[in-house]
Every structure is written in structure tokens, then in C-alpha cells.
């Protein structure tokens, strides 16, 4: 997986480390595909890519990037600096340029391009809530539009400024604040600040002997309080549910004081502000700390890998194990498209493994088992060894009810190992010339293989219309008693026009959503990327009461303008 670098554009303040600025992760570490026989010729076949050609894009220079000059006057950033302390309020081109977007397939396109309208005018890293109360109320003071900043994974426009805006533009950068405060034992809680990033708050409580069981796919360069921010789900959410879940209380700093949301259980206290501020996106103010809902660490943790003989066995084997007894901690099934796309990304198999995959597929044949339908799924158990084992075996029972085999922990710890990594493979083929992207969608149990159709026949329509060759797949997570997730990836090769084909695409995707019966968004958020949709998803009285929340909380605009609600 690690490729080496010979020079590096990474950006570090102090203790607070970011992404590369023009693609995901750190330097150093990308997608290989040499070691994957499978691979090359998977992709050739989905979107007409030839990886043998071996041709791939420069990699971006920065000092070619024209990058707008900061605005913010000299007043402000003496007020700031004094506030934050010396070397954090930064106004350099590089840090303006990691705070202007998030990670999404446009962000990374119009980087690359250098398509920068308008970048934050100074970066500050507080180092507590007080220098943040600090922050805001001086931006207030000087009517400076305030943008949170966590780890910069968003992918839904959440991050970026308007490029009308003629304010200051302050990204308030919450890197410094990492800590996890305390763990009320008896009631596991935890007291975390809000810029922990996934893997240092799962160590601080791992260390401890706790976790808070929450790993979403960015888990790697995400921060607590924009999982929060943006209503994060977890690969784990079966059993320690989604972030709204898990949070139990919060501190949002708001000008000249702090909203405190109290860790209780359970409250009759009229509309729910903790709900209000789950999934706001910066607009009511900066979240710094959150109490959360944490478990002791399980003796026992394992992802068993299944296949089904199609996406309707798969479905229907998910949709049983929901409304059953059982807990798993994961349920996931990828439909053929994807078990495809995951089969070729595995490593070659040699000597006695290799003969027993080879078995395995002769064996399905002979069953009657079309392999280009097959369906591959992931089931997690966590829990002492009673308790582990127990679950398997209810859930055993019910894929073969379904006519699912199991085919043991291997290929579910290689998942587990590698599960991080998929934001790699974007990137990957972006250097390549071509687009691969997601889009999340939820919807009850009885319109999930309707909502599944729809949105293969609006892609290929959409491919259709941009006359490029494309490929969807897809797979299913998150379940819940009424229903589930979907999660599709798209891909293509761009032609001459790539964020024109790409929103011809992603348009076509959302609307089948929306004319299915889903949801616009499961777990990355709405920003700017799915606003568009807001309404019809959720009413026009739903975005008016939306839209009145924010201006009675926010009257002059401050916090993170124009975001969910256009």
C-alpha cells in the first residue's frame, strides 16, 4: 500500500498535523496495484482504463497554485494572535489553502486545477474552549464569517467559503484540542474535546480499557466534533449505534457564552437542542467538547466474511438478522458489482490457499451459483467468548436459511486491516484521469432493492448522457429494525469536461434517492453538495423551520454561512 515520496507539501502547526493538500492521507502512503493481478484488468473491463499504459498526472506543484491574498486587517489579526498566542493565527498560503475545502472528488479536482475563488483569510488554532469563546466573540465583534475546522475529511462542501463572500473569512482549526478529559466509570461516559482526532481518542481510551466503538470510513483523519458536526455514522454502528446515538452531551461555544448540553440519559425538556446541534454543520456555533457513550473494550472481536448466491439472498439474510434477537457488531453486504471490484483488489493467492479458493468456486458452481452474481458479505461479533460464539451461531443459521456459506475470518480481518484505505483507490484514479466517487443514501427494508435499481438505471443514463463508459456498485451497512444504508461508488473516465460529466452523474444519483424513496444523505452530511435536494427530502415547512432555527441563532450570518440551508 505505501509508495515513497521524495518531498512533502504537508502542512504542520505546532502539534497539529494535516492531510496533503491536494488528495487524502498522509505522504508517503497510496494505492498499488502491482501486487493485484485482478485489479488491472477489473478496471480496463468496468470503465475502458488502461493501467498498463502506465500513464498518470504530474503530481500537483503548489508553487503553481495562484492562491488569493488574505483580507483579514491587521487589527483583527493582532487580536487574534494575542488571543490564540504566537504561531497560531497564520495567514501563509498553505495553511489558507488546506482550510479552503474538504476532501470530496470536486474539492480535489478544483485543487489540483487550481481553482481557488476564495480561501479563509487567517487559520487560528485555540488551544482550550476559552481562547475559542475568545475567537469567536472578536470575529463577531469584527462581523468575520467563522468556519470549524476538525480533520478536513468532509466531502459534502461543508468547509469551504462562499466565493462571495467579502467578510473575513476566519477557519477556526480545533487540532489543539485532543484530549480526552475523563471517563465517569460508572456510567461510561467520556469527557473528549472535540478536535480528537479518530485513532488518538480511541488510544487515550483504549488505554483506559474503553471504546467508543464509532469508525467511520474517514476514522483515520477525523475529528470527534466533525462527526458530530455532520451526524456520523461508524462501520460499528450496529452495535454502538451512530453518532447521534453515542452523544450524550456537549459544549458549543455561541458569542459571549456556551450552549451546555448536560450528559443525562433521558429528558423530557421540550424540542431536543443536542439534536439541533448533531448534524449542524458549524452553523449554531463551534462545538469543543462532547461527553460521549463508551464501552469496555470486548474480549472478543471478529468479522466472519459470507457469500450469498445474489444481492436478494444478501438483503433479505441482513433484513432477518435486524429484526432478530442477534447483535452484531457489523452487517454489511457488497452487491456483485462490488464483491467483483473487491476480489480484484485482493493479492494473488499462492500454493495451499490458492487451491482452496479455487475449490470453493468449483463447489459454488456446482451448486448452481452464477459467480458474476455472487455477493459478498462481512458480519462482525464482539463480546466475551460465550457471548461471541452464541451470536454466530444464531446468525450462521440464518445465512443458510438464506443459502449463505461461510468462508471463515480471513478474508473479514484482511477488511478489517484494510478497511481505512479505500480513499487511497480515489486518488488513485484520479492521478489517472479518471473520477471515482460515492454517494450514501437510507431507506426502509421494503424500498431498499427499488431505491438499488433506480439508481444503476439513473447512473447508466447519466453515463449515457456524457457518452463515457461507467460503473456503479454498491453495498449495504448500517442496518437498523426498519431499514438500512446504501452505499454506491461510481466511476468513469472524465472527458474534457470532468466537474460537468461528474455533476451529471452525481445529480442523477441523488434524484433516484430522492424519487426511490431515500434519503439524501445516511452519514457524510449536506453542506453545499446536497442541499439542492433539502427540500424534497425533507419538506418545504421542514427547511423553513431549518432555516428559522439558524436565523434566530445566528441573526448576522457569523457561523459557517450557507451551508445545509442555501
Not at 1 to 9: F, L, V
Not at 341 to 363: N, P, V
Not at 505 to 525: E, L, W, Y
Given at each position: ?9 504537508a502542512l504542520r502547526t505546532g502539534d497539529v498535523k494535516h492531510m496533503k493538500w491536494w488528495g487524502w492521507g498522509v505522504e508517503g502512503v497510496g494505492f498499488r496495484h502491482e501486487d493485484k493481478p485482478g485489479f488491472a484488468p477489473f478496471v480496463h473491463r468496468a470503465v475502458g482504463l488502461d493501467l498498463r499504459a502506465g500513464e498518470q498526472a504530474e503530481r500537483p506543484d503548489f ?504
Open positions: 500500500m505505501t509508495e515513497p515520496t521524495s518531498r512533502t507539501d508553487a503553481r497554485i495562484e492562491v488569493p491574498a488574505p483580507t483579514a486587517p491587521e487589527e483583527l489579526l493582532a487580536v487574534l494572535g494575542r488571543i490564540v498566542g504566537p504561531g497560531n493565527a497564520v495567514v501563509d498560503d498553505l495553511s489558507r489553502v488546506v482550510h479552503t475545502y474538504g476532501k470530496s472528488l470536486r474539492d480535489l479536482v478544483r485543487l489540483r486545477a487550481g481553482e481557488i475563488a476564495r480561501t479563509p483569510d487567517v487559520v487560528v488554532y485555540p488551544a482550550d474552549e476559552a481562547q475559542v469563546r475568545g475567537v469567536v466573540d472578536a470575529a463577531v465583534r469584527a462581523d468575520a464569517v467563522i468556519i470549524p475546522f476538525g480533520g478536513g475529511s468532509n466531502i459534502a462542501g461543508s468547509l469551504e467559503p462562499h466565493p462571495d463572500e467579502s467578510r473575513v473569512v476566519v477557519s477556526l482549526d480545533l487540532g489543539r484540542l485532543g484530549r480526552v478529559l475523563e471517563i465517569d466509570a460508572d456510567s461510561g461516559l467520556a469527557r473528549i474535546q472535540a478536535g480528537a482526532l479518530g485513532p488518538d481518542l480511541e488510544a487515550q481510551l483504549n488505554r483506559e480499557g474503553w471504546t467508543m466503538g464509532h469508525f467511520p470510513d474517514s476514522f483515520t483523519h477525523s475529528s470527534l466534533g466533525g462527526w458530530v458536526a455532520t451526524r456520523s455514522s461508524g462501520m460499528q454502528s450496529d452495535k454502538y449505534g451512530d453518532i447521534a446515538d453515542i452523544v450524550k452531551g456537549l459544549r458549543v461555544v455561541r458569542p459571549g457564552g456556551v450552549l451546555v448540553i448536560r450528559a443525562v440519559p433521558s429528558a423530557s425538556t421540550g424540542p431536543s437542542v443536542r439534536e439541533m446541534v448533531v448534524g449542524s454543520e458549524g452553523r449554531l456555533g463551534v462545538i469543543t467538547e462532547v461527553t460521549v457513550q463508551v464501552h469496555r473494550l470486548p474480549e472478543r472481536r471478529a468479522i466472519h466474511a459470507y457469500f450469498f448466491k445474489d444481492f436478494d439472498h444478501g438483503l433479505a439474510a441482513m433484513r432477518e438478522i435486524a429484526e432478530s434477537d442477534v447483535s452484531p457488531s457489523v452487517t454489511r453486504i457488497s452487491d456483485a458489482h462490488e464483491t467483483g471490484f473487491s476480489l480484484a483488489t485482493s493479492k494473488e493467492s499462492k500454493g495451499i490457499k490458492k487451491k482452496a479458493q479455487a475449490g470453493l468456486m468449483a463447489y459454488l458452481r456446482r451448486r448452481g451459483w452464477n459467480l458474476d452474481e455472487m455477493c459478498l458479505s462481512f458480519i462482525g461479533f464482539e463480546g466475551d467468548e460465550a457471548h461471541a460464539k452464541l451470536q454466530k451461531s444464531l446468525v450462521d443459521r440464518i445465512v443458510r436459511k438464506h443459502h449463505g456459506i461461510g468462508v471463515g475470518k480471513g478474508p473479514g480481518a484482511l477488511y478489517d486491516q484494510k478497511k481505512f484505505d479505500t480513499p487511497y483507490i480515489r486518488d488513485f484514479l484520479l492521478d489517472r484521469g479518471a473520477a471515482g466517487d460515492v454517494s450514501e443514501t437510507a431507506g426502509p427494508w421494503s424500498k431498499l432493492r427499488g431505491i438499488h435499481a433506480a439508481v444503476y438505471a439513473a447512473a447508466d443514463r447519466a453515463y449515457e448522457e456524457i457518452g463515457r463508459k461507467g460503473w456503479t456498485m454498491s453495498h449495504m451497512s448500517h442496518s437498523y429494525h426498519s431499514g438500512a444504508c446504501l452505499y454506491f461508488t461510481f466511476a468513469f473516465v472524465f472527458g474534457d469536461d470532468p466537474l460537468g460529466e461528474y455533476d451529471t452523474v452525481k445529480r442523477a444519483i441523488q434524484q433516484a434517492f430522492i424519487d426511490a424513496g431515500g434519503t439524501i444523505s445516511h452519514h457524510h452530511g449536506v453542506g453545499l453538495e446536497h442541499a439542492a435536494w433539502l427540500e424534497e427530502d425533507i419538506s418545504p415547512q421542514g427547511v423553513a423551520v431549518m432555516s428559522g432555527l439558524f436565523e434566530s441563532a445566528d441573526p448576522g450570518g457569523n457561523f459557517n454561512p450557507r451551508k445545509i440551508v442555501l
